[in-house]
């Protein structure tokens, strides 16, 4: 029992559970999105999921293409880990007919890299308004068209795109979709197999109706993630999600809801934070598994 | 003409048009916040409104109080202004009967006051998540419920209610009322004459089907203001607000929905930013103007 030395990160706070031991069955759904610890390369991220008995992970492009594909698949294969999403594809609003054809390539091309690490999808982040361009409802539009594009690759890999709604405070500079709600307009009219939605904690909370739109969404939620809203908001609004449980989310009733949809796969758990990028990455996994057990677990 | 020399602020950019005289017709609807020279006293808003020809001021109740009520009516109306709104009454989500007694009261005060100044309308922040609250369906149950109470002094005084839906940024700690869409539904079921909706550019800019929400709140759209989406997001989230035509805002497009509900009362400028606040008050009223005959006032 590690629950009276341990101390939260980075509230600080004394953990009000035990660090769950490898192997407890609580940790059979809980896996470590890379950027929650991302200082640690591929290699160390695999190896911490490992250690602390967790059974997947969240990885993204650029680190595995550090080390290249063949040897991240090797990497997970051989830790015996599940690869719970690959992040992230994406990126459409430019209206420019060559960037949309790189974007298009290079989409592809992850969802080819998904599939080879074994991911049942690609977390798709729309991209913000093109520079100077003021017309967010083209924008979006196009992220509709692309991901349309990309429908039958998703099905010759088997690797479903997962539309990500952002947060509003995106909505300028890195996810123009701004709700479950538009997400799923994108997404209902494509294959089920071939597109689903993300439903991120940080991302969704606010939104009105929250409850009906991930009972909207059912077998479209290809990907649950928790992550949390702080106040005050961190000065970066890139690095303002915070640990679950140090605010102001409702994790019982959200993650009740996503289990209503008969959502069966992983809970990735994803923070970008400056204060939990800093702490020592072992410590930011055992207070990640503590606060999952204690707030999301019980009710999946 | 001022604009060889002029700057923007806080761009810093030559200004692109002349700063306009006093007199000038395109100023007949322009109001300025107090908010937007907070280091300004109500009485030197007062005169800057009055040296540079806006005929039209949105005061909040600090200031206003400060100089005692009386006072502060026999200002603006020595200067010949019109009270635009006042801001501002809400926080409505205390579910204590003894708290939500006390906002009920001081509301209604409010009320009292904005009547007195001869504001058309009181600004309503709906408030935030109580302190260790998560449950934002219930908080926003409590908002409609405090308005409805308010009509019958809202009609006695003649003064409207108009809720103010809040970027989601602020969803947890100043406004839980989120879309125009949200504010609607709780406005709709209550007389016009008693209750609106703020159009905050900042606030709905990015709300999905903007346009039809502005259509649809017709002649309860009580207050316009503007004021911009600026990136990078400044580091304090209350002061992230810029100066229009420095971000991502379509004025032109949201300008012109909400001229096509038949609006025709004032647009305040309302800009809580620390780089505003910090430039002198009158080159920032300069500037405000210039971006608003150029940006908004065209489409009016």
Redesign the interface.
């Known amino acids: 029992m590690t629950v009276t030395t341990a101390v939260d990160l980075p509230s600080g706070t004394p953990a009000r559970v035990p660090t769950p031991a490898p192997g407890d069955a609580r940790l059979a759904r809980l896996s470590l999105n890379q950027k929650t610890v991302d200082r640690w390369s591929l290699a160390e991220a695999v190896d911490a999921c490992a250690s602390h008995g967790l059974p997947a992970i969240g990885v993204w492009r650029e680190p595995v293409a550090e080390v290249g594909l063949d040897t991240a698949v090797r990497m997970v294969q051989d830790a015996g880990l599940r690869v719970s999403s690959l992040c992230r594809g994406g990126f459409m609003t430019s209206p420019e007919a060559a960037t949309r054809r790189e974007r298009h390539d290079d989409n592809r091309r992850a969802l080819d890299e998904a599939a080879a690490l074994g991911a049942p999808c690609l977390v798709v982040v729309p991209g913000g ?1 093109p520079h100077g361009d ?4 083209a924008a ?1 539009g196009r992220v509709a068209d692309a991901v349309e594009a990309l429908v039958p690759h998703a099905l010759e890999t088997g690797v479903r795109l997962a539309i990500e709604p952002m ?3 995106f ?3 890195r996810g123009v979709v ?2 479950l ?2 997400a799923l307009a994108i997404a209902e009219p494509l294959p089920q197999a071939a597109v689903g939605v993300v439903v991120d904690t940080f991302h969704v ?4 109706g929250v ?1 009906e739109q991930i009972a909207r969404a059912a077998d479209r939620v290809a990907s649950y993630q928790v992550c949390e ?1 702080i ?3 961190p ?3 890139l690095l303002s999600r915070g640990m679950m449980g140090d ?4 994790f019982h ?1 959200l993650t009740s809801c996503v289990s209503a949809t008969g959502y069966r796969g992983d809970v990735e758990v994803e923070i970008f934070n400056a204060d939990v990028w800093a702490a020592d990455g072992h410590a930011v996994v055992d207070t990640l598994a503590r606060r999952y057990v204690e707030l999301v677990e019980p009710h999946l």
Chains 1, 2 share one sequence.
């Not at 909370?205 to 009105?208: H, L, R, Y």
């Open positions: 308004l003021r017309d967010l409802r979006r947060h509003p405070i909505a300028a500079d701004s709700t709600d538009q909370w606010w939104e009105p409850e809203w106040t005050p908001l000065p970066d609004a605010g102001h989310i409702d009733h």
